[in-house]
């Protein structure tokens, strides 16, 4: 995480679709991709949570056929002071 630049997670949120993956994720539950429904393909869901994990923003932990997802807050937070409750406040304004 600590190597993450801030452009590269501001980045990966500039989608609407991954941003309502991390809305859904900042309830700070653990979620199956498969729950969501963004009008999206699974394959471009995949897509999406890829950039956002690539960005460190989700984390992905297989578990038999299923990946769960999760925000990364606390490394978030650590890494950026702050950034997750902006995210919070950037959501519910939408």
Do not use: W, Y
Not at 29 to 38: I, R, T
Request: with cysteine; net charge negative.
């Amino acid at each position: 995480m600590s190597d993450i630049p801030l452009h590269k997670v501001m980045h990966a949120l500039g989608s609407p679709v991954r941003l309502a993956v991390v809305k859904e994720l900042l309830d700070g539950d653990v979620h199956q991709g498969s729950e969501f429904d963004f009008g999206v393909g699974q394959s471009t869901l995949s897509h999406h949570v890829k950039i956002l994990r690539e960005a460190g923003i989700v984390q992905n932990d297989p578990e038999g056929n299923r990946c769960l997802m999760s925000l990364r807050s606390a490394e978030l937070d650590a890494r950026f002071p702050g950034f997750v409750e902006q995210l919070r406040v950037l959501t519910v304004a939408e």
